[in-house]
DNA sequence: TACTTTTCTTAAGATATCTTATTTTTTTTC
DNA sequence: GAAAAAAAATAAGATATCTTAAGAAAAGTA
C-alpha cells in the first residue's frame, strides 16, 4: 500500500527511505463506503487525500439544486478543495466516494509542519501542483474548443475504462451537459 | 520597478534583500509593443512571465480558425504555458501583448539553478501556482453554473475596469461566446 | 484630413442543448 | 428474490446561443 505512494513520490524528487518513514507518519488511512463524504459543504477543509483506490467526486450543488461535478479523484491522485484550504474558507464544494474508496489523509497543519522538517517535500508539492494545474489547463481547453458532442465522444475515447466505472448522470454533470441529452448523444452514431 | 516585486513577493515567503538581489539576477526586462508575440505557436515556451505593467493574452487557434482565449494577465500576474514549459512540447496557445507591455522573463532552465542556490524560491513557486490553481478553479465553477448570460454580467460587474482595457471580442472569446451574442446582451437591460 | 483597418451592432434564420414528463431498465435493500 | 430506489432512455416542445451577412462606428495610419 504505502510502497505504491513511495514509487509514486519517486518519480518526482529524491527521497530517502527514512524520509519517506517521516513522510508515511503523517498520513492516516481512511475507508469510505459508497457516497460517504469526506468533506461536506460549509465545513473548513483541512486535508489532502491522497486516493489508494476507488474513486471520489468534488462537486457543488448549483441554485437550481443541481450537482455539478468539478473533478473526478482515481488511484494515484491527490484530491482537496485547495481554495478552502489554504484560504480556510467553508466549502461549498463536497468531496464524496463514488464507489468504496480509500485514502491517504495528510492534514494542512501537518504538512506545515513536514515542509520544515523536510523541505523536499516542499518540491514535490510544487510538481504536483503543477501538474494538477496542467491537467485542469488541458480540461478548459478542450471544453472550449468543443461542442457537447465532442466534449462527450472525445472523452469516452479518452477514458473509456473510467466511463464504465460511474453513473452516466455524472459523467453528464462533469461535461457539463444534462443527463437527457448525454442519453441522446449516445444514441446517435 | 524591482521594488514592486520585492513586495509581491514578500506577501508570500520572507527573503532577505540580498536573496531577492540574486533573484533579480536571473531575470531580464523585456518590453511588448502591442501585438507583440511572447510565444508563438509551434515553439517550447522556455520561461514565466512576470507582466509589470499591461497585459498579456494567452489563446489558440481553434478548429475553425478562431481566437479562444484561455487567459489574460495583467500587472503583477505570472503568465507562461505551463504544459509546454514543463513538458517541454511545442505549443499550440500564443501568449501576445493586448496593449503595450513589460515583462520580466524567468528562463526556466535559470529557475531550475535558483531552487539549488535558494530553495526557498521553491516555496514561493508553490504558493503561487496553487494561487494559480485556485483562480482556476474559481472561474471553472463560475462558468460551469451559468449561462452566457449570467457569466457575461457577472464578469463586467467584478471587473469593470478591466472590461474597459479590452477590445469587447476578446471578451466574448475569454467568456466562451460569440462577440455577436455579447453585443446582444449587452443592449437587454 | 482622408483612407484603411479594426471593432461593434443589428437582425433573421438555423441549431445545439435544455425542460419536462413518462416509461423502462438497472441496482440496492430488506 | 421481491420491493423499493436509483439510473437511463425517449420524445416533444422550448430557448439560448450561433451563423451569416451587412452596415455603422471607432481607431490607427499616412
Redesign the interface.
Known amino acids: 500500500m504505502d510502497d505504491n505512494l513511495l514509487q509514486y513520490i519517486r518519480r518526482y524528487i529524491d527521497i530517502s527511505d527514512s524520509e519517506f518513514l517521516v513522510f508515511s507518519s503523517y498520513l492516516s488511512t481512511l475507508n469510505l463506503k459508497k457516497r460517504e463524504q469526506l468533506l461536506r459543504s460549509g465545513d473548513i477543509c483541512r486535508a489532502r487525500y491522497f486516493i489508494t483506490s476507488g474513486c471520489l467526486r468534488l462537486y457543488?450543488i448549483?441554485?437550481k439544486g443541481h450537482e455539478?461535478i468539478?473533478h473526478f479523484g482515481i488511484e494515484n491522485w491527490w484530491l482537496t478543495n485547495?481554495?478552502s484550504l489554504?484560504?480556510k474558507i467553508p466549502s461549498h464544494l463536497i468531496i464524496e466516494a463514488v464507489e468504496k474508496t480509500q485514502v491517504l489523509e495528510l492534514k494542512e497543519v501537518s504538512l506545515q509542519e513536514l515542509?520544515r522538517k523536510i523541505?523536499k517535500m516542499?518540491?514535490f508539492?510544487?510538481i504536483i501542483?503543477?501538474?494538477?494545474?496542467?491537467a485542469?489547463?488541458?480540461r478548459?481547453?478542450f471544453m472550449?474548443?468543443m461542442s457537447g458532442e465532442e466534449i462527450f465522444k472525445g472523452f469516452i475515447d479518452a477514458n473509456p475504462e473510467f466511463v464504465q466505472r460511474i453513473p452516466q448522470y455524472m459523467l453528464a454533470s462533469y461535461l457539463?451537459i444534462t443527463p437527457e441529452y448525454l442519453s441522446f448523444l449516445r444514441k446517435t452514431p
Not at 501542483?129 to 496542467?134: A, L, Q, V
Open positions: 457543488y448549483d441554485q455539478q468539478m485547495y481554495d489554504l484560504n515542509y523541505p516542499e518540491r508539492f510544487r501542483m503543477e501538474r494538477t494545474y496542467i485542469t489547463q488541458r478548459i481547453e472550449y474548443s457539463g
